[in-house]
């Protein structure tokens, strides 16, 4: 069994990547029982930036389209994959890749434009190629948007996983392990910020969750 993560998101994969980070710390006579399980991450967008992926190659282009960021870059790689499966038994994997597209890709970044039924790679290139500049345009502000918007939640991710760990080193795991919850319902970063402080002039663990709790629920309301 190979534990695989197939990751497509814009931000780079953040979480741990074994279990060992999250199991409370062992006794030292215990600690070579503790599981440590971990997986193989493909982290797709990663590793089409990265440039080190093979070429003419299925997994490659399928990473690459997910990392586009516009219209002309998927028409290129669109039409690679035309040229690749042309062989009558390819059939099967054009329309796989048309539908994928039709389902899965274009929903995606062309959110509330309806889309006709796919079923091969040269329609949707052709669909592509016809209405390359009004998507173009599309794409651009759906990216601006969401660029924002994942920049703002990547903040807020870093702020909330600092806090933790400042936490867990000032009061202890157990502590740390209670703050991670209340904080990732917490979405403004000025307050995220004030934590920091608060942090600082507490006086224990229970003085500093009571703090975060009350901020917590005041903003639930």
Aim: net charge negative.
């Amino acid at each position: 069994m190979l534990p695989l993560v197939l990751y497509n998101g814009a931000s780079p994969w953040s979480a741990a990547d074994t279990l060992d980070p999250l199991i409370e710390p062992a006794p030292a006579v215990l600690d070579s029982y503790r599981p440590r399980q971990a997986y193989l991450l493909l982290d797709e967008q990663q590793r089409a930036k990265a440039g080190t992926l093979p070429e003419h190659n299925l997994c490659t282009a399928l990473f690459r389209l997910e990392a586009s960021r516009g219209a002309e870059d998927v028409l290129s790689i669109l039409q690679a994959l035309v040229n690749w499966l042309q062989a009558p038994e390819q059939t099967g994997l054009r329309r796989a890749f048309a539908v994928w597209f039709g389902r899965v890709f274009l929903p995606k970044r062309l959110p509330g434009v309806d889309m006709p039924p796919l079923n091969d790679l040269t329609e949707v290139y052709d669909m592509l190629a016809d209405n390359v500049e009004t998507w173009t345009d599309q794409w651009k502000r759906e990216g601006l948007e969401q660029g924002v918007e994942q920049g703002l939640e990547r903040g807020l991710n870093a702020m909330r996983h600092m806090l933790v760990r400042q936490a867990r080193r000032r009061f202890g795991p157990a502590i740390a392990e209670q703050t991670e919850p209340v904080l990732a319902h917490i979405d403004n970063l000025r307050q995220l910020e004030d934590f920091g402080d608060q942090l600082l002039l507490s006086q224990d663990g229970e003085d500093w969750l009571d703090a975060v709790r009350k901020a917590g629920s005041d903003e639930d309301r």
